[in-house]
């Protein structure tokens, strides 16, 4: 592996001038108003195309293991309890073995989809919703509902260490609109309109093989900056295997800028802490790095978020 030098470190953004970027990301991203924000790019004409990525059918799962032991970036795990077991004398031939699953979706080590109704900013929801529509009951607009049919679209995967040479992008570290600029022509491939982007940090690799570690407080991610990609290709999702945002915030006052200009002022949902080392060795393999990609996100009416298991078909 040879090893290029990292990019200069982008500059902080001041308050000021993340204003102006969201505002020019709010109005690029005009054509996303609605409850279904940037799926509405998901037409049934580019779902057909779509499904002309598939060449081997060869599926393969953008998720990681749900978590069920408390660590640094996970303190309150998913809780998994048996709540019948089979017994060794009971009566008659048939048994069944139960179980209950709950879980806290918004955390640093599951894989998980944002709803359009999960960030709040200036006291407003995506295109201008009061914050008011969430309730101590759930959330009465924008929710994971909006999801309910799926989404599936071409795929496509931008592998930042593999650009950089390197295993993994350190903790801090941004990813700017030149790197993804750079990574389409390193990997023979262009995001277009509709299309569900992932971009790879390597978190899941360092996780593995470093430890877990407080990555609310460290972690590689996009720079404000690089959504005017997002906007100028006009994607309809934005996946990574961290959180997306770079930790600690390049912007001034603003702990969440890239949440804030995709969810906010853009209407993308986001996929949050999915792994990429499953699919990333196949891409490499087969010399191409765009597929059909199925999400079902759980029937949830009111909820902010849902686990997901994206599923990605060569």
Avoid: K
Avoid at 21 to 35: C, F, I, K, N, S
Avoid at 180 to 191: C, F, G, K, N
């Amino acid at each position: 592996m040879v090893t290029r030098p990292s990019p200069a470190r982008p500059p902080r953004l001041t308050e000021d001038e993340f204003d102006v970027l969201y505002r020019r990301m709010v109005t690029r991203a005009a054509w996303a108003r609605g409850d279904r924000g940037a799926l509405a790019a998901l037409t049934p004409a580019r779902v057909r195309a779509a499904t002309r990525e598939v060449r081997t059918g060869r599926t393969v799962t953008l998720a990681a293991p749900v978590e069920t032991r408390s660590g640094p970036d996970d303190p309150e795990p998913a809780r998994h309890t048996m709540t019948g077991q089979p017994r060794e004398h009971a009566p008659g031939r048939l048994q069944f073995a139960r179980d209950s699953f709950a879980m806290n979706v918004h955390d640093d080590a599951d894989s998980h989809l944002d709803a359009l109704c999960h960030v709040v900013y200036d006291g407003t929801l995506h295109g201008g919703v009061s914050a008011s529509s969430i309730t101590a009951d759930g959330a009465t607009a924008l929710s994971v509902e909006a999801a309910r049919d799926g989404i599936v679209g071409r795929g496509v995967l931008l592998d930042i260490p593999r650009l950089r040479g390197v295993p993994w992008l350190e903790p801090g570290d941004h990813v700017t609109l030149d790197d993804l600029t750079a990574a389409e022509t390193d990997q023979h491939v262009r995001v277009g309109e509709g299309d569900l982007l992932f971009v790879r940090v390597g978190h899941r690799r360092r996780r593995r093989e470093l430890g877990a570690w407080h990555a609310a407080d460290a972690r590689a991610g996009l720079h404000p900056s690089a959504m005017e990609f997002l906007a100028d290709r006009r994607v309809a999702v934005l996946g990574g295997d961290g959180n997306n945002d770079t930790a600690p915030s390049s912007t001034e006052r603003v702990g969440f800028p890239v949440h804030v200009l995709a969810i906010h002022a853009m209407g993308l949902h986001l996929l949050d802490y999915l792994q990429f080392e499953d699919l990333a060795p196949l891409c490499e393999a087969e010399g191409r790095w765009s597929f059909l990609c199925v999400i079902a996100p759980l029937r949830l009416p009111e909820a902010t978020g849902s686990p997901v298991n994206p599923i990605a078909v060569l």
